[in-house]
């Protein structure tokens, strides 16, 4: 058995009492209960004030003071004095620090006729001190005052005080404890009982829950029924909220930690002295006493004989401890006397952690933590706020990023115009003024603009253009290109082939005499196929000797890819196509050039014909080898990269990114949400199944589920069950979690790329039924350790149900409600049952105390293997009501609760126009929120008139500063309607509150 005694006093039959003095944590008051073996004669007593020195010495003897008397009682008080009560019914009181200093005579007080058996200092009023006596009789003392005055209670009962304590949160309250079983709390204020407590096995010892004022334990005497009370007084005076058993006889000291209120130690006639875990309601283990291995040691020494064996456990009997108490300031730290004449001091560090997890003295008193979303959060010792604090590492990318969404979410065009202003990397300006110019609504205009063919300035030079002298070839007068006069005989032949209507011979002979310009007139006359013919022959005799015929015969020929292929001038080309390509062959001309400029290492003009094509993947291409030769760990060259495909993906918002790319925004997105920046961030993940899941689960998450299209992505991660089934049932395989099969059909169109010039159509997508075997989306099915039933879990709510979810085919959700992220997920919510039979809340029903006390009651009717979880009493088929306030959408009422939600809506308008500190504003939020919920279900028919008259009545008080009075409304509408109301109720608790703070202020 692990050890736990730190120090001894040896030949010590004492009182004790810790000392609360910071500067003195180690230091006990001892006051003898018996004469030690003197003699008959002696009556008196001794006062000694001990140093434990708990860091390994001896304790030692600071100072000792005789007395008439023997100690009843013994306390000490936070301000230093110490309260000695006698066996003749006086108390004597000295002031630690004289005594100590050698100034020991006390100040007597007498207050009893009969032995003190108690005496208590209040832990809120030091000056407060309460004693007891063997008579029943309970005096107030009131030691700041020279003599001290007493105050006197009625007697409930004769029978001696077994224990005093004050309460430990409320000033004017005390316990009383008589040992005939009889616990009375007094109310001080009235002088009379608040409520009575009555045990019929007897009662040795009390304590309060030193954080909680209505908590009380009381221990019984009684070797027949050895028990430990819990009581809730606020739940029963009749019915103890639950009962530790343990002890085989009957118990005589017990104490409360004042360092972890779920630890208890008592000690009995049984020779244990227990730790108790209240979170579990059992002992964790017992504290080591020397008759443990003294017994041993006699029962091995005495054999059989039974004659020498009564002596033996009159031995060990002796070894029993009588008396226990924590320590105020050392954690883990108790003391103990034991009818052997010892006094020890144990440390329980080693043993409460056998309970699973650490005392609270053990938990970190301040401490730092960091979370997602560049989240740090902090907590001190005496700041007792958790503080929560976004840290942006990378400042500049932070910046650069709001930026973008506040400059980006204005106008496309403008944005590209700023880029263009401000980029001084080379070829930025390029790639910005080509993306400007997607945008535009007669784009292939402002590319010829772009690449410097102006209509006008054009037109204007035609019009003004003169040759210049000498250089004349032929007249304009002159039809013939390059040809002679025509002789007699030529037109003599011509005129014949007109007059037979041989337009045929008449072109051959102007061919052959030169005359083109003749040519090509008369062949306009003969036909379609003639006018191919000479227009064919016309462009082989005089395209090598003029340039401009090349792209005459591309364009009559519809053959721009020709002219592609033999381009020589990628802008000229890139101009020509713009000018005369059909919508439907411009973006495959724009690659074809593309891949020509590419294949002969011009990547970068490559990338504006890809982005004239709105070809998305090969655009990009060029733009990540910029980023690789700048560094992918460079983040503004990554927010750089990002910040082009985000912008260009905008034309083609079909495109499709390559799982490289992809994972470049999903690095960025994960850099983005460190800063803090979650809603950009989901703007910009693509493909990280994790990082979607975290930020769906963040602060932020209906922004973040609208960024992300309004759809909760999918759990990234197989739910296992671990633990173990029970013995005799075999393990059923949890059915697997298929991932949802809901996808985008694409269109027609989808497949097809926006042309510079045209508008994008949209399609909405629709949504496949999910199969007859699967759960809906977001649940799983898990077993039950403790019963093998398998039960179902929600992992976007964190809802968990026996019954099996129904799935309901998912409406194709409109592009707008997607994009204010209002998909939900139905769930049919339950009614648990509050009672088990007791008639009175146990922790088994009430989740405030089943949090800290565990969840055993003490009239609980079912079993483990009967009651697995909540018993589900009936099921509430109601669809779930959104808390957006949104006053230009708020639902129309009947006649009857229309004030009702006129007054609410009007309260809310005069809270908003209110100055609000932060906490203010949250509670604001609330209320709106409960308002949202409420005016929502009374147009459902949810809520009846009489509700809704209350919720009036309420606010009608408030207008008319009857404070009080709403109060009064608001905790009736609490106790009467909390089960079926909560939703809103609990935001409307936060709105009455806030108006109450704000509207008494004026």
């Given amino acids: ?145 020279n003599p001290p005055t007493t105050t006197g209670l009625p007697s409930l009962s004769a029978s001696e005080v077994a224990k005093i304590a004050w309460n430990t949160q409320v000033e004017h309250i005390i316990a009383v404890a008589h040992a005939d079983g009889l616990v009375a709390v007094w109310d001080l204020k009235q002088m009379k009982p608040w409520c009575q407590l009555r045990s019929p096995e007897g009662v040795s010892d009390i304590a309060w829950n030193p954080t909680q004022g209505l908590h009380l334990v009381t221990a019984s005497s009684d070797d027949r029924n050895p028990i430990i009370k819990l009581w809730d007084l606020r739940s029963s005076t009749s019915m103890p909220l639950a009962t530790l058993t343990g002890h085989t006889q009957g118990i005589l000291s017990l104490d409360w930690c004042p360092h972890d209120e779920t630890l208890l130690i008592s000690t009995g006639k049984d020779n244990r002295t227990i730790l108790w875990d209240l979170f579990t309601l059992k002992p964790i283990a017992d504290i080591p006493n020397d008759a443990d291995d003294q017994s041993q040691q006699i029962d091995q020494a005495l054999g059989d004989n039974s004659a020498t064996s009564v002596y033996g456990s009159a031995a060990v009997a002796q070894l029993k401890r009588y008396h226990v ?328 918002p079909n495109a499709v990114l390559e799982p490289d790319i992809a994972a470049l925004f999903d690095q960025y997105a994960q850099i983005l949400a460190e800063q803090g920046l979650l809603v950009t961030a989901a703007k910009y993940v693509k493909s990280s199944p994790e990082l979607k899941d975290r930020l769906y689960r963040s602060r932020d998450s209906p922004q973040c589920l609208a960024a992300m299209g309004g759809r909760p992505p999918d759990f990234p991660f197989d739910m296992l069950n671990v633990n173990k089934a029970p013995a005799g049932r075999p393990m059923q395989k949890r059915p697997t979690v298929k991932p949802s099969t809901q996808k985008t059909q694409p269109s027609a169109q989808n497949g097809t790329h926006k042309t510079l010039g045209q508008d994008n159509s949209t399609t909405t997508p629709s949504v496949a039924a999910t199969s007859d075997d699967e759960l809906p989306p977001g649940w ?101 009501v959104s808390g957006t306030f949104d006053p230009s959408a708020i639902p129309d009422v009947s006649v009857d609760h229309q004030p009702t939600k006129n007054a609410l809506l009007e309260l809310v308008q005069a809270m908003q126009g209110m100055q609000l500190s932060a906490g203010d504003k949250k509670q604001l939020s609330e209320g709106e929120k409960g308002v949202a919920i409420f005016v929502k279900r009374v147009a459902r028919n949810e809520i009846t008139t009489e509700v809704s008259s209350k919720v009036l009545s309420m606010v009608d008080a408030l207008r008319s500063s009857a404070f009080s009075t709403a109060l009064t409304v608001q905790t009736d509408l609490i106790n009467s309607e909390w089960r079926d109301h909560k939703d809103w109720l609990k935001g409307m608790k936060n709105l009455i509150q806030l108006a109450t703070k704000k509207l008494q202020g004026r």
């Fill in 1 to 145: 058995m692990l050890s736990t005694k730190i120090t001894q006093i040896d030949d010590k039959s004492c009182n004790i009492a810790w000392c609360p003095l910071n500067a003195n944590p180690n230091t006990v008051a001892l006051g003898t209960k018996d004469s030690g073996g003197v003699g008959f004669e002696d009556y008196g007593g001794e006062l000694d004030i001990y140093d434990f020195n708990l860091g390994g010495n001896t304790p030692e003897l600071l100072q000792t003071v005789k007395t008439a008397n023997r100690f009843g009682a013994l306390a000490w008080s936070t301000v230093g004095i110490i309260a000695g009560g006698m066996t003749d019914g006086s108390i004597l009181l000295w002031q630690s620090r004289e005594l100590l200093g050698g100034d020991n005579k006390p100040t007597n007080v007498s207050a009893h006729k009969t032995e003190i058996k108690s005496l208590a200092f209040h832990p809120l009023a030091p000056y407060k001190l309460s004693a007891g006596g063997s008579d029943g009789h309970v005096s107030i003392l009131d030691v700041s005052k």
């Fill in 325 to 652: 108490q924590w320590s105020p300031l050392k954690r883990g730290v108790l003391a103990t006397c034991s009818l052997d004449r010892k006094v020890q001091a144990h440390s329980v560090n080693g043993l409460v952690t056998q309970c699973g997890r650490p005392p609270k003295w053990l938990k970190p008193s301040s401490g730092v933590t960091c979370g997602f979303g560049g989240s740090v959060i902090s907590y001190g010792i005496h700041d007792k706020t958790v503080k929560i604090k976004t840290v942006v590492e990378q400042p500049k990318l932070a910046k650069a990023s709001n930026e973008l969404e506040l400059s980006a979410s204005v106008d496309t065009i403008e944005f590209c115009s700023k880029m263009i202003t401000s980029s001084v990397i080379p070829g930025e300006k390029e790639i910005w003024s080509f993306m400007q110019i997607i945008f535009q609504a007669n784009a292939r205009s402002e590319l010829l603009l772009h690449l410097g063919f102006h209509p006008e300035t054009i037109q204007k030079a035609a019009a003004d253009f003169t040759e210049k002298e000498g250089e004349v070839t032929a007249g304009v007068s002159n039809l013939s290109l390059n040809g002679a006069a025509m002789t007699a005989q030529t037109e003599k032949a011509i005129q014949d082939a007109l007059v037979v209507g041989n337009f045929e011979a008449a072109v051959e002979f102007c061919f052959k005499t030169g005359n083109l310009a003749d040519a090509l007139i008369l062949a306009s006359c003969g036909g379609s196929d003639l006018w191919q013919k000479t227009q064919e022959r016309y462009f082989v005799s005089e395209g090598p000797k003029k340039k401009f015929l090349g792209i005459v015969n591309a364009v009559i020929s519809d053959n721009l890819d020709s002219l592609v292929e033999n381009s020589q001038n990628w802008q000229e080309t890139l101009a020509i196509i713009s000018t005369y390509a059909k919508s439907e062959e411009f973006p495959n001309l724009c690659i074809k050039l593309g891949e020509k400029l590419d294949a002969a290492g011009d990547a970068r003009n490559a990338s504006l014909c890809y982005m004239c094509s709105l070809d998305v993947e090969r655009a990009v291409k060029y733009w990540k080898k910029q980023l690789e030769a700048r560094g992918t760990n460079n983040l503004l060259a990554l927010h750089d990269f990002c910040r082009k495909v985000s912008i260009f993906t905008r034309a083609n």
């Fill in 780 to 880: 799983i099915a898990l077993q039950d350790p403790s019963s093998g039933r398998m039960y179902y879990a929600n992992q976007t709510s964190g809802q968990t149900t026996w019954e099996r979810p129904e799935k309901s085919i998912a409406k194709a959700a409109s592009p707008s409600r997607v994009a204010m992220g209002s998909a939900t997920t139905a769930s049919t919510p339950s009614k648990l049952a509050t009672k088990y039979g007791d008639g009175f809340v146990t922790s088994a029903s009430h989740p405030a105390l089943a949090e800290q006390y565990g969840n055993v009651g003490t009239s609980n009717p079912y079993t483990e293997a009967e009651r697995p979880g909540p018993a589900q009493v009936s099921q509430i088929n109601k669809a779930p």
